[in-house]
């Protein structure tokens, strides 16, 4: 990389800001860097973000999600204030309903007690409908939609219309609990139809509301990203091919094409395996970009909470920190790395502590390099124009484009 874009002593600068931030944050929380043990850092850390949440949960009016209207509206009123998308390029109502038409879901027909597909829309609505998809029927039928339905997809049947944010009905709950069980979170979207959804289930744990805040945050980024996408490949003859894949979220499993390539990963693979071949490689994770900007939106809370709102201003340039620290026993030389990435460390309060995450800093540590070496802007050019490949030729790209 160094060759490539004329920089040098990259990695060194992202180190030192490694131990400046780390350093900085634990001074603020009244810890010393090289005098405190892991359990002392993970601690203070988690006793800080159980403030946040608590101090979000008040402010969102204590949000009890089986009053869907009351919790809908404070929630999403606060989510669309810190980031309102525009009009994204989804797929039509009345195609999607044609669709399922065709794909009886007869698992919620048969919940509700209805005959028909229109039936069922129009008293339940299109948005809880199509959120409900994904925890009503079983996995085969879903395969089934998305191979076969999907296929039939041009781009005249999408248009321009707003992303819907909605807080289902709580009598979704009992249709949900397999859902939840599989699950690390109850919010969702749906890409394709412009739909983020909550489902409504209680919150009673520390770390629950600003859990799901930051999801809604997350996906209110993530979904304009995607779209964005969908209507780039509109007026191509594959549209629908490349639809599917980022639907997906293809990532390549074939071996780098050469050492000046960079992968480009859309998931999380650490969720399904830690020891996955690609998390060591060279890549770049637009998911861990939407946290990035999710932070960033967070942050902007501050100006509704007023003194009490500055804990949520500086998590955005956490992301990727994070370092060994020793467990504080006398004779002891082991260390534990402790991420100070808010979502692992939000991830990590809902469990109680039980899981210690840490693959959402080593994700945004990752981005981090190749923002550094090639700017945001360009990176996130690089990514849209080769997402479909699943590589970026680092080399073609930046001919003539050194600083």
Same mark, same amino acid.
């Given at each position: 990389?160094?060759?490539? =874009?004329?920089?040098?002593?990259?990695?060194?600068?992202?180190?030192?800001?490694?131990?400046?931030?780390?350093?900085?944050?634990?001074?603020?929380?009244?810890?010393?860097?090289?005098?405190?043990?892991?359990?002392?850092?993970?601690?203070?850390? /988690?006793?800080?973000?159980?403030?946040?949440?608590?101090?979000?949960?008040?402010?969102?009016?204590?949000?009890?999600?089986?009053? =869907?209207?009351?919790?809908?509206?404070?929630?999403?009123?606060?989510?669309?204030?810190?980031?309102?998308?525009?009009?994204?390029?989804?797929?039509?109502?009345?195609?999607?309903?044609?669709?399922?038409?065709? !794909?009886?879901?007869?698992?919620?027909?048969?919940?509700?007690?209805?005959?028909?597909?229109?039936?069922? +829309?129009?008293?339940?609505?299109?948005?809880? +409908?199509?959120?409900?998809?994904?925890?009503?029927?079983?996995?085969?039928?879903?395969?089934?939609?998305?191979?076969?339905?999907?296929?039939?997809?041009?781009?005249?049947?999408?248009?321009?219309?707003?992303?819907?944010?909605?807080?289902?009905?709580?009598?979704?709950?009992? +249709?949900?609990?397999?859902?939840?069980?599989?699950?690390?979170?109850?919010?969702?979207?749906?890409?394709?139809?412009?739909? /983020?959804?909550?489902?409504?289930?209680?919150?009673?744990?520390?770390?629950? =509301?600003?859990?799901?805040?930051?999801?809604?945050?997350?996906?209110?980024?993530?979904?304009? !990203?995607?779209?964005?996408?969908?209507?780039?490949?509109?007026?191509?003859? $594959?549209?629908? /091919?490349?639809?599917?894949?980022?639907?997906?979220?293809?990532?390549?499993?074939?071996?780098?094409?050469?050492?000046?390539?960079?992968?480009?990963?859309?998931?999380?693979?650490?969720?399904?395996?830690?020891?996955?071949?690609?998390?060591?490689?060279?890549?770049?994770?637009?998911?861990?970009?939407?946290?990035?900007?999710?932070? %960033?939106?967070? %942050?902007?809370?501050?100006?509704?909470?007023?003194?009490?709102?500055?804990?949520? %201003?500086?998590?955005?340039?956490?992301?990727?920190?994070?370092?060994?620290?020793?467990?504080?026993?006398?004779?002891?030389?082991?260390?534990?790395?402790?991420?100070?990435?808010?979502?692992?460390?939000?991830?990590?309060?809902?469990?109680?502590?039980?899981?210690?995450?840490?693959?959402?800093?080593?994700?945004?540590?990752?981005?981090?390099?190749? /923002?550094?070496?090639?700017?945001? $802007?360009?990176?996130?050019?690089?990514?849209?124009?080769?997402?479909?490949?699943?590589?970026?030729?680092?080399?073609?790209?930046?001919?003539?484009?050194?600083?």
């Amino acid at each position: 990389m160094n060759k490539l =874009t004329g920089k040098s002593g990259v990695m060194e600068r992202i180190a030192e800001e490694n131990t400046i931030l780390t350093r900085r944050t634990l001074e603020e929380l009244g810890l010393s860097l090289g005098s405190c043990s892991t359990g002392d850092v993970y601690n203070i850390l /988690i006793k800080r973000l159980t403030h946040m949440d608590e101090h979000l949960y008040n402010f969102l009016g204590k949000p009890d999600l089986s009053k =869907t209207a009351l919790v809908c509206a404070k929630i999403c009123e606060t989510a669309f204030a810190l980031n309102k998308p525009k009009p994204g390029f989804f797929i039509k109502k009345e195609k999607a309903i044609q669709m399922l038409e065709k !794909f009886t879901p007869q698992n919620l027909l048969n919940h509700f007690g209805y005959g028909t597909v229109a039936e069922l +829309v129009k008293k339940q609505g299109f948005e809880q +409908v199509f959120s409900a998809l994904r925890f009503a029927q079983d996995e085969a039928w879903m395969h089934k939609f998305f191979d076969e339905a999907y296929n039939e997809l041009t781009a005249g049947d999408f248009e321009e219309r707003e992303v819907e944010l909605r807080v289902l009905e709580p009598q979704w709950l009992d +249709v949900a609990e397999k859902f939840l069980e599989k699950k690390y979170h109850n919010v969702s979207h749906l890409k394709e139809l412009g739909i /983020i959804f909550v489902i409504p289930l209680k919150i009673d744990t520390p770390g629950e =509301t600003l859990r799901l805040f930051t999801l809604i945050l997350h996906y209110l980024n993530e979904v304009p !990203f995607y779209s964005k996408l969908f209507r780039k490949f509109s007026s191509e003859a $594959d549209f629908t /091919i490349k639809l599917k894949s980022l639907l997906r979220g293809d990532v390549s499993e074939a071996p780098l094409p050469n050492e000046n390539s960079l992968r480009i990963v859309q998931r999380y693979l650490a969720k399904d395996d830690p020891n996955d071949f690609r998390l060591l490689e060279p890549h770049f994770n637009p998911e861990a970009e939407h946290w990035y900007k999710a932070e %960033g939106d967070l %942050g902007k809370i501050g100006t509704f909470l007023g003194a009490g709102g500055k804990a949520f %201003g500086y998590w955005q340039g956490l992301d990727f920190v994070g370092d060994f620290f020793s467990d504080g026993i006398s004779g002891k030389t082991d260390e534990e790395l402790i991420s100070f990435d808010l979502i692992d460390l939000v991830m990590s309060l809902v469990k109680k502590g039980e899981i210690k995450y840490l693959y959402h800093q080593q994700e945004a540590l990752w981005n981090k390099i190749f /923002i550094e070496y090639l700017g945001r $802007d360009k990176i996130e050019e690089l990514v849209e124009k080769n997402i479909i490949e699943g590589f970026i030729p680092l080399e073609v790209a930046l001919t003539g484009s050194r600083s």
